[in-house]
């Protein structure tokens, strides 16, 4: 998960909850392989020849309708890690469930509109409504944006583990996003295998399906979490009116990108609300948190950036407030955002000085 240097505790939760706490989305290793889906996986309707970007629209409408139970590997900043994930679609309902299998014991589990974190380390369950992110484990998504600033190909077709896949690349037009290669089944439009890439090509992080089933019917027993919360500390961050989540804009943004949600949220031991504010070019997004500062000194902080694999964050002080960007971008992109936003006015009033 993203994590900014010398972050306190509140925070490091917040951006846990915001990023999905998860596996995130894309690693690194090539020749791993996945099992193929169990005999109740259901093909889709037969196509003829498809247009690389409408693979991806049918594996978006794959992962967000059909029920799916897979483990999967995921290599992130030199580490491996295995994860479950349960998805189920059920009376228009999205419940999930996402399971380290690597001894930590971290779930996080979505039930509709709520995002509960199992976190066993701080003995605590973190509880958010109304989050963010659209999935437990982040794959590309296309919208009218994306020809913009990406090239979508296809480079090919792969046997894994004896089924047909197209490989379909996204490759950024710039230096401000990352790029993608995913392997998607033919049969099921399931992302099989997904890699994040560098500017230079090289594989950053990468997530591969060692079994993957879809399954018609889920028990709601597959979404209650194995380990035991006796004596967890439970946290609610909870949305919070806020005519701060208002107050600030971007005077300027990376080609591409524009903001889709403001929200605030009490955070836990805080009773001041972190307002959230998400950009996103369509397959990018990056979060920013804005935090009222309390006076510490006649020295503001100094600007502080960290890089975990694909994920970046950058916070700096402006008008008394901490802003923190993260997201899977390069770290120039968290940089460049977070030093644009400005209180409303300031912003409206520099925006028409230029």
């Known amino acids: 998960m993203p994590r900014a240097q010398r972050t306190n505790g509140r925070r490091l939760i917040t951006l846990a909850v915001a990023c999905g706490a998860t596996a995130g989305a894309l690693a690194q290793t090539p020749a791993q392989r ?8 259901a093909a889709l309707p037969a196509h003829g020849p498809l247009e690389p970007a409408q693979w991806l629209k049918r594996m978006d409408q794959a992962l967000m309708t059909r029920n799916y139970d897979g483990t999967f590997a995921h290599w992130h900043a030199g580490r491996v890690e295995m994860l479950r994930i349960i998805h189920r679609v059920q009376d228009g309902a999205v419940s999930e469930r996402l399971a380290s299998l690597d001894g930590s014991g971290r779930e ?3 039930s509709g509109a709520t995002l509960s974190c199992y976190l066993p380390d701080r003995r605590t369950v973190l509880v958010e409504q109304n989050p963010q992110q659209p ?19 296809e480079v090919g077709r792969a046997r894994l583990n004896r089924h ?10 710039d230096e401000f996003r990352y790029g993608y290669r995913l392997w998607i089944d033919d049969s099921t439009a399931m992302p099989l295998k997904t890699q994040l890439c560098d500017a230079h090509g090289q594989v950053i992080e990468q997530i591969v399906f060692a079994s993957l089933r879809l399954p018609t019917h889920i028990a709601d027993s597959a979404f209650r979490p194995e380990i035991s919360t006796d004596g967890f500390q439970r946290l609610h961050s909870d949305p919070a009116p806020s005519t701060a989540a208002l107050a600030w804009n971007a005077m300027r943004l990376p080609p591409g990108f524009r903001m889709t949600v403001r929200s605030a949220q009490v955070l836990p031991g805080s009773a001041n609300a972190v307002d959230q504010i998400v950009f996103t070019d369509g397959f990018a997004s990056v979060s920013v948190f804005v935090e009222r500062q309390t006076a510490s000194g006649d020295q503001p902080p100094a600007p502080e950036s960290a890089t975990l694999g694909s994920s970046s964050a950058f916070s700096t002080v402006v008008e008394g407030h901490k802003i923190t960007a993260v997201g899977e971008v390069p770290p120039a992109t968290v940089q460049f955002i977070a030093t644009q936003l400005k209180p409303q006015d300031q912003a409206s009033s520099d925006q028409r000085a230029h």
């Open 34 to 41: 996945t099992t193929a889906p169990a005999k109740e996986t």
């Open 135 to 153: 999935s437990l484990v982040g794959f590309p998504t296309v919208s009218d944006q994306t020809a913009s600033n990406y090239e979508i190909r």
């Open 108 to 110: 996080f589990i979505r």
């Open 164 to 173: 047909d896949t197209h490989v379909i690349t996204v490759a950024p037009k």
